[in-house]
C-alpha cells in the first residue's frame, strides 16, 4: 500500500482513490479510522497536485508568453521540490531509514502524512492561483503581475516564497521586452508593451511602476526608435546599449525605488546622447521664443489683434439668424488665429503654424457678459475654498486652451506638462489683456458720449437743479469706477509683462547663452556632463548638458508663475473676481448705451406728477454702480491685504518641479503658498534667486500703493462714493 500511495503522490491513479481524493469505499472496512483519515489527506495534495499539473498543461500552450513563463517555472518549482520530496521518501523507505520506518519493518500512514504537510498550503495556494488564471482568456503582463506580487504578500513563508519566484519569472520576461524597447527601439508583434504610435497599451505596465517612469519608458523607446527608422547618421554607441542592458538586468519592477532610479538614469544619458547628436541648440532657442511671443503675449500687435478677432467672431456668431452658423468651432478659432496675425509680425512667422485652439467641451454658441452678480465676492474669496481657481475661460466665455504642436526631435526638450503651464500662463495673461483693453474701450466711450452731451448741457449734465446735482453724482461714481479699473489692470499689466515676462525671458536667454552660469543656477550638476563635453570635443565652460538645459526651463516656468502669482491660490481667487467685476461693468456700460448717464428726454428721467424727484431710471444705474464700486474696493483691499501676508511669511525657497507642483485638470492649481514656490540654486545663488523673486512681488506692493491709499486708515465704500475729491486709487 505504501508504494500506491507514493505514485498517487507522484501523480499517478490509483483505484484507492477512484474519482478524487476521497477513498474507495471497498477499503473502508479494513482501515482504522486514523489510517483513513491520513489516506484522504494525502489524497487530497495528490488530487492538488494532478489538477495543478493538469493546468500547467493546459496553459502551456498559451500565446502568451508570460503565462508560459509562469507555468514553465511551476512546473520547475514542483520538481525541484515536491517530486523530490517523492523520490526521496520512496528511498528512505527502501533503505528502512529509522526516521520512517518504525522498528525496521512496517511504515506508520502518520509519519508519511506528516512528511508532506508542509505541501497542504502551498498547494491548496497554487490550485487556487491556476482556477484563476484560467478563469480569464488572456492575461496582460500588469495585471499578471500585480495578481502575483499581491499573492504572495502573505505571512506564510512557503507560499510567499513560491509566488515571488514565479512573480520574477514573469517580470523577468517583461523586463526582457522592456529592453528591448529601450535599448533597441524595438517592439514584439505579440504582446507589444506600445502601440505603432509609442503609447503604452492598457494593462501593459504593472502598478508599481510610476507614472514618471512610465513616460520616462516612452520618451527613451520613442526616441532610440525614431532615430533608427530615420536613419540617422549617428546612432547609439553599441557599448552604450550594453550599458543600459545590463543596467536594466539588475532591477525588476517591484523594487519600485531601484527601479525608477535605473530609468532615470537611463533617460538622463539618452537625453544627453540626442542633444549632442539630433536636437539642436538653435531649435531649443526658436522654441523658446516662440512660446514666449504667443504663450506669453510678448508679441503685443498679435495679442491686441487676437483678442480682437475672437470678440469679433463671438459678436458674428451673436447677430447670424442660422442655427448651424451661430455655432463656434476649433476651426473658426484657428482661421482668428490666422486673421490676427495679418499685417503683424507673426503673419509670416512659421511657428504660428504650431499654435492652435482646442474646446474641450466642443462646439458652442456665444453668450453675452453676465450681468448679474452671481454671488457674494467678499464671502467667497475669504471662505478659504480649496477651489481650483482657473482662467480659461474668461477670453471666449467657456473652456479654451492654446495647444503648440511639439514634433521629433524637440518633443525631447518639451514635455506634455511644460506646455500646460505655457497654456495656463496664456489663459491668465490673455484674461488681464482682455479685461484691460475692455475697460480702455469703455473709457472711450464714456469720453465720447460725455463731450457728446456737453454740446448740449455746457459746463453741466442738464436737467432740473435736483436732477442736475443726482446726475453729477452717479456720473463722478461712474468716473471713478472705471478710473480705479483702469489703474489698477495698467499697474498689474505693466507689472506682469515688464518686471515678470520679460526679466525672466531676458534671464533665460542670458542662461542658454552663458552655460557655466546655467549649471551654477541649476539643480546640481550631472556627474557625466565633463565626460560628455568631451566626447562632444567641447570645453565644459562653454558646453551646455541637457540635464541643466531642463533645469533651467523648468526654473525658468517656475519663477513665471511665482512672479505671475498664479502660485498662490488665495491671490488667484481674488483676481479673476476682480476681473469678472470689471466685465460685469463694461457690459452695464454697453448695455446702457456706452453712457451711465440716461439721456434727458429717456422716459423716466423725472418722477411724473411734477415733483421735482429722481427718476427711477437714475437710481437704478445709481444702485448698480454703487454696488459695482464697493465690490471692486473690497476686493482691492483683498488683494493688497494677501499680498502683503505673502512677501512677510515663509521664504520663497522649496524644493519640486513646475510641472508636478502647479498643474491640476490642465490648470494652474497648486495648494501650497506663493511662498513655497520651488526656486532653483544652492548656496549663495539660491538666496540670490529668492530676492529676485521676493523684489517681483514688492515691485507690486510698492507701485499698488504708491500714494499710501492701501496702508493708511480709511472710511467706507460709501463714504468714498459720495466723497467729491479725487479717488484715493487715481494716479
Known amino acids: 500500500m505504501i508504494a500506491e500511495v507514493l505514485l498517487v503522490l507522484a501523480g499517478h491513479s490509483s483505484s484507492l482513490f477512484p474519482t478524487d481524493h476521497n477513498l474507495h469505499p471497498a477499503f473502508r472496512p479494513l482501515l482504522h479510522p486514523g489510517e483513513e483519515q491520513c489516506l484522504e489527506a494525502l489524497g487530497q495534495i495528490a488530487f492538488r497536485y494532478r489538477n495543478i499539473k493538469k493546468a500547467c498543461a493546459t496553459l502551456s500552450r498559451s500565446r502568451s508568453r508570460y503565462v508560459c513563463a509562469l507555468c514553465a517555472t511551476l512546473n520547475q518549482i514542483l520538481k525541484d521540490e515536491y517530486e523530490r520530496l517523492v523520490v526521496d521518501t520512496e528511498a528512505k523507505v527502501l533503505k528502512r531509514d529509522p526516521e520512517l520506518v518504525a522498528h525496521g519493518s512496517f511504515v506508520p500512514l502518520s509519519a508519511v502524512r506528516a512528511t508532506f504537510a508542509e505541501w497542504d498550503s502551498p498547494l491548496t495556494a497554487l490550485e487556487t492561483l491556476m482556477n484563476q488564471l484560467q478563469a480569464q482568456k488572456h492575461w496582460q503582463p500588469g495585471p ?78 520613442r526616441a532610440i526608435a525614431t532615430v533608427k527608422a530615420k536613419k540617422w547618421q549617428n546612432q547609439l554607441p553599441r557599448e552604450q546599449a550594453l550599458e543600459y542592458a545590463n543596467l536594466l538586468e539588475t532591477v525588476l519592477p517591484e523594487d519600485r525605488y531601484k527601479f525608477d532610479l535605473v530609468i532615470s538614469q537611463i533617460r538622463t544619458n539618452v537625453s544627453e546622447w540626442l542633444w549632442l547628436n539630433v536636437l539642436t541648440r538653435k531649435d531649443v532657442e526658436d522654441a523658446v521664443i516662440s512660446l514666449a511671443s504667443y504663450f506669453l503675449l510678448r508679441n503685443g500687435e498679435f495679442s491686441l489683434a487676437l483678442i480682437r478677432e475672437i470678440e469679433r467672431l463671438k459678436v458674428s456668431r451673436l447677430t447670424t439668424r442660422s442655427g448651424a452658423a451661430s455655432v463656434i468651432r476649433e476651426q473658426d478659432l484657428n482661421l482668428a488665429l490666422l486673421r490676427a496675425s495679418l499685417g503683424t509680425t507673426a503673419q509670416h512667422d512659421p511657428s504660428l503654424l504650431h499654435i492652435r485652439f482646442e474646446l474641450p467641451s466642443g462646439p458652442l454658441r456665444p453668450l453675452l457678459p453676465s450681468l448679474a452678480n452671481s454671488k457674494a465676492l467678499s464671502s467667497s474669496v475669504a471662505s478659504n475654498s480649496p477651489e481650483v481657481t482657473s482662467f480659461d475661460d474668461l477670453l471666449l466665455g467657456t473652456n479654451l486652451i ?28 490673455s484674461s488681464l489683456r482682455k479685461t484691460h483693453t475692455r475697460i480702455h474701450t469703455c473709457w472711450t466711450s464714456l469720453s465720447n458720449a460725455q463731450r457728446a452731451r456737453r454740446r448740449w448741457t455746457g459746463l453741466g449734465e442738464g436737467g432740473t437743479a435736483e436732477d442736475l446735482e443726482v446726475r453729477r453724482e452717479l456720473l463722478r461714481c461712474g468716473w471713478g469706477v472705471v478710473r480705479d479699473m483702469g489703474w489698477f489692470l495698467d499697474t498689474l499689466l505693466g507689472y506682469v509683462m515688464v518686471d515678470v ?52 526651463h523648468t526654473t525658468y516656468l517656475e519663477r513665471l508663475l511665482t512672479g505671475c502669482l498664479l502660485s498662490n491660490p488665495a491671490l488667484t481667487a481674488i483676481l479673476r473676481p476682480i476681473f469678472e467685476v470689471c466685465e460685469r461693468f463694461v457690459a452695464q456700460v454697453e448695455r446702457w448705451g456706452g453712457d451711465i448717464l440716461p439721456a434727458l428726454l429717456f422716459e423716466g428721467s423725472l418722477a411724473t406728477g411734477g415733483y421735482d424727484k429722481v427718476g427711477t431710471m437714475v437710481q437704478e444705474r445709481f444702485e448698480v454702480v454703487s454696488e459695482i464700486n464697493e465690490s471692486l474696493h473690497v476686493l482691492l483691499n483683498l488683494f493688497y491685504e ?90
Not at 506600445?194 to 501593459?204: K, P
Not at 492654446?402 to 491668465?428: E, G, K
Not at 543656477?521 to 540635464?547: C, R
Not at 529668492?690 to 460709501?718: I, T
Open 144 to 221: 499578471l503581475i500585480d495578481m502575483l506580487l499581491a499573492r504572495s504578500k502573505t505571512g506564510v513563508y512557503r507560499i510567499a516564497d513560491i509566488i515571488s519566484r514565479l512573480s520574477v519569472a514573469v517580470q523577468r520576461v517583461w523586463r526582457s521586452q522592456l529592453s528591448a524597447f529601450l535599448v533597441h527601439g524595438s517592439l514584439a508583434s505579440s504582446d507589444p508593451l506600445a502601440s505603432e504610435d509609442f503609447t503604452l497599451l492598457d494593462g501593459t505596465m504593472p502598478s508599481c511602476i510610476s507614472s514618471q517612469t512610465r513616460e520616462s519608458i516612452i520618451y527613451v523607446g
Open 402 to 429: 492654446l495647444s503648440y504642436n511639439v514634433t521629433w526631435p524637440l518633443d525631447l526638450f518639451l514635455h506634455p506638462s511644460d506646455l500646460q503651464i505655457y497654456a495656463a500662463l496664456f489663459n491668465y495673461l
Open 501 to 552: 515676462v520679460d526679466v525672466e525671458f531676458r534671464r533665460l536667454k542670458d542662461l542658454l547663452g552663458n552655460p557655466e552660469r546655467g549649471r551654477a543656477e541649476s539643480v546640481g550638476k550631472h556627474p557625466s556632463s565633463q565626460n560628455i563635453a568631451a566626447q562632444a570635443n567641447a570645453d565644459p565652460s562653454t558646453y551646455l548638458d541637457f540635464t541643466t538645459l531642463r533645469n533651467i
Open 642 to 731: 494677501q499680498l502683503s501676508l505673502s512677501t512677510s511669511q515663509q521664504p520663497f525657497t522649496a524644493t519640486g518641479d513646475a510641472s508636478k507642483s502647479f498643474l491640476m485638470n490642465a490648470s494652474v492649481a497648486n495648494a501650497t503658498t506663493l511662498q513655497r514656490t520651488s526656486i532653483r540654486g544652492k548656496g549663495a545663488k539660491g538666496f540670490e534667486g529668492e530676492g529676485e523673486v521676493r523684489r517681483h512681488v514688492e515691485r507690486l506692493l510698492l507701485r499698488l500703493d504708491f500714494n499710501g491709499a492701501f496702508s493708511k486708515p480709511k472710511g467706507g465704500a460709501s463714504e468714498q462714493i459720495a466723497r467729491e475729491g479725487v479717488s484715493a486709487y487715481s494716479l
